[in-house]
């Protein structure tokens, strides 16, 4: 091959090896921008608590046994478990802890 024809090939392979990275980082960099700064979720424990105590419940109320007579007041127990998470949640708001 004569050295013309190796020029066009010299510039791709040029382009490629330089424009490759370039091209990557332009993509990060702008995916990063449109990405939400994500914020701490206060209190997840909680918010898991009361997510788990709503799944039990239902478990309770969908089963074909009662527990040996334990599902009702598991059931009530529950209710107030979730009221009383979800107050301090509320108080918590309310006072900024």
């Not at 007579?69 to 529950?78: D, F, K, S, T």
Request: hydrophobic share 40%.
């Amino acid at each position: 091959m004569s050295q013309q024809t190796n020029i066009p090939r010299r510039n791709l392979l040029a382009s490629l090896v330089l424009g490759a990275p370039t091209l990557l980082a332009v993509r990060a960099s702008s995916a990063l921008a449109f990405q939400q700064p994500k914020k701490k979720e206060r209190h997840p424990h909680i918010r898991a608590a009361i997510r788990e105590l709503r799944e039990a419940k239902k478990e309770l109320e969908t089963a074909e046994h009662d527990f040996g007579g334990h599902r009702v007041e598991a059931i009530e127990a529950i209710n107030v478990a979730v009221r009383q998470l979800e107050k301090a949640l509320q108080f918590s708001r309310k006072t900024g802890t």
